[in-house]
Every structure is written in structure tokens, then in C-alpha cells.
């Protein structure tokens, strides 16, 4: 499968744990997004890496947020001391960089369920 | 808040009727992308628009792009029960901007 992946499918935490999500974007492609997507809502753009290098960080990512894209392959997402609000799906996804029209690949996402 | 909405939020439809679902910008779009989200799945990419007033066809699926880039449309001729989904749209807002807002959605049920 050269689709984008994510790692988990499914979490399930409690309040106040850290939680660690990774991607592995479509290998040839260098940008990286991550969203953000609640039930009946559109996905919420949260931040983005052109390789390694974040490029944009979304007011929504508060401070317990953080990624990273060490080698500008895969990325992870980490929410620290995790609230109810956090529960959603976490969507990655891809694209390579040849305009700034391109389309974006997205992974299955993570689900994310803070109790 | 989103700034590209899309209506209606839901719709059902007979099979074999047509379906339609509009998408409104506050602000100018440089592209729209329409993307297809099943049921406990994730976005799938459909189309991008780029050209104002531009028009393409996928089959039974007919997108247009605004004059003014603004707003955007998708319509299914025939819906069949594969249709079933929430179509959204998504756009670059303005120019030098690099990341794609999405659409509120639009559901589509079909009744067989």
C-alpha cells in the first residue's frame, strides 16, 4: 500500500495522559498537513511542513499540541495532558510540491476518544 | 468559525434523483477542491477547480467554479446508492496562502 498511513486507528484515553500520533505520508511527497475533524464538521487545517521544516501552526494548536517531522518523512502528533474537548479524528495528509494547487492524499486517520 | 460554508448540511434523495450542493466563500479562492467523505471513512479526493467559471465533468458529477471564485457546485445527475457520503469542498483563501479550508459539508443519503 503507497497510501498516506496512520498510527493509531483508535485511541482511547483518560483525561490528563499525553498521547502520540504518527503519519507516514506517500513517500515522494514533501508537504505534510495535519487536521483535525469533529462528527459533522469539515476537516480543521492544524499545521503543515514543507519536509522538515513546520511552516504554519493553526490558532487551534494550542500549546499541550506539538509536531514534529525530524528527517521530513513521517511526522508525529503529540496532544499533551489530554481534555474531553481533544476527542475527534486526527486526519494526515500529504502532497507533493509543484504549485500551490496541489491536491492533498489523506490517511485514514486516528480517533481519538479522551474519557 | 469556517469561513466556507456549504448548503444544504443534509440531503436525502430517491435514487435516480438528482443532487445538488453549493459552496460559499467569504473570500476569493486561488483553487477548489471537492473532496468525497464515505461513512467512517476519510476525504478522497474528487476534482480542483482553478479557472473562474470553469466547468468539468466526472461522469454523473458536474463541478463548477464561480466567475467571481467565490463559490462552487457540485451536481449528480442519477444518484445511485455508491453516491452516499458527505461531499465537501475546500479552498486555498486568497493568494500566498498555503493551506486548504474546508467546506462545512454536505450529507447525502440516498433512499433505494
Known amino acids: 500500500d503507497t497510501g498516506v498511513s496512520q498510527d493509531p486507528r483508535h485511541k482511547i484515553t483518560k483525561r490528563g495522559q499525553n498521547v502520540t500520533f504518527r503519519c507516514d505520508p506517500i513517500s515522494e511527497h514533501n508537504r505534510l498537513y495535519w487536521y483535525r475533524q469533529t462528527l459533522g464538521q469539515g476537516p480543521e487545517f492544524l499545521t503543515y511542513?514543507?519536509?522538515?521544516?513546520?511552516?504554519?501552526k493553526s490558532r487551534l494548536l494550542s500549546d499541550r499540541f506539538s509536531a514534529e517531522r525530524p528527517k521530513g518523512s513521517f511526522s508525529t502528533l503529540e496532544i499533551q495532558r489530554t481534555e474531553q474537548g481533544d476527542s475527534a479524528m486526527y486526519l494526515c495528509?500529504?502532497?507533493?510540491?509543484?504549485?500551490?494547487?496541489?491536491?492533498?492524499?489523506f490517511g485514514p486517520g486516528t480517533r481519538l476518544l479522551v474519557l | 468559525g469556517q469561513q466556507v460554508m456549504q448548503i444544504p448540511q443534509y440531503q436525502h434523495v430517491q435514487e435516480g434523483e438528482d443532487f445538488t450542493t453549493y459552496c460559499n466563500s467569504s473570500?476569493?479562492?486561488?483553487?477548489i477542491q471537492w473532496y468525497k467523505q464515505r461513512p467512517g471513512g476519510h476525504p478522497v479526493f474528487l476534482i480542483q477547480?482553478?479557472?473562474?467559471?470553469e466547468v468539468k465533468k466526472q461522469k454523473r458529477l458536474t463541478f463548477q467554479f464561480g466567475e467571481a471564485k467565490k463559490n462552487s457546485s457540485l451536481h449528480i445527475t442519477a444518484t445511485q446508492t455508491t453516491d452516499v457520503g458527505t461531499y465537501f469542498c475546500a479552498g486555498i483563501l486568497g493568494f500566498g496562502n498555503e493551506k486548504l479550508t474546508f467546506g462545512t459539508g454536505t450529507r447525502l443519503t440516498i433512499i433505494p
Open positions: 477547480l482553478v479557472k473562474s467559471g
Open positions: 511542513f514543507q519536509n522538515e521544516a513546520q511552516l504554519e
Open positions: 473570500t476569493t479562492l486561488s483553487n
Open positions: 495528509a500529504s502532497t507533493i510540491d509543484r504549485t500551490l494547487q496541489e491536491t492533498q492524499y
